[in-house]
């Protein structure tokens, strides 16, 4: 069983910079790929980045390509996302999920991932 906790959401300003982390419980962190996904309100939850468990590959949602980095630290059993540039589009509850290294569907898709944080939210004003 994993566990994932997010914490480092908050109310920022346009332009702002914010970084997410996301620890697991779980002793196999390191074999896991990573993704963060997004729920703006009254919206349908979004894909927003994907790490791959070596860290061999990272992906991004078109949105935030060049704003937003993901990264891990698996001595930490710890995934992060650096936000930059934030815009009030990027206001939403940040969730982050794992998914087995060998699972089956797209990063970018929800039913891919077996265990999901219980979100922090983000809010960007303008």
């Known amino acids: 069983q994993v566990q994932l906790v997010e914490s480092g959401g908050g109310l920022v300003q346009a332009g702002d910079s914010l970084r997410l982390s996301c620890v697991s419980s779980?002793?196999?962190?390191?074999?896991?790929?990573m993704g963060w996904f997004r729920q703006a309100p009254g919206k349908e939850r979004e894909f927003v980045a994907f790490i791959r468990w070596s860290s061999t590959g990272t992906y991004y949602a078109d949105s935030v390509k060049g704003r937003f980095a993901i990264f891990r630290d698996d001595a930490k059993n710890t995934v992060y996302l650096q936000m930059n540039s934030l815009k009030p589009e990027d206001t939403a509850v940040y969730y982050c999920?794992?998914?087995?290294?060998?699972?089956?569907?797209?990063?970018?898709?929800?039913?891919?991932?077996?265990?999901w944080g219980q979100g922090t939210k983000v809010t960007v004003s303008s």
């Open positions: 999920a794992a998914r087995g290294k060998y699972a089956g569907g797209s990063y970018y898709s929800e039913g891919s991932y077996d265990y």
């Open positions: 779980g002793r196999t962190f390191s074999s896991y790929g």
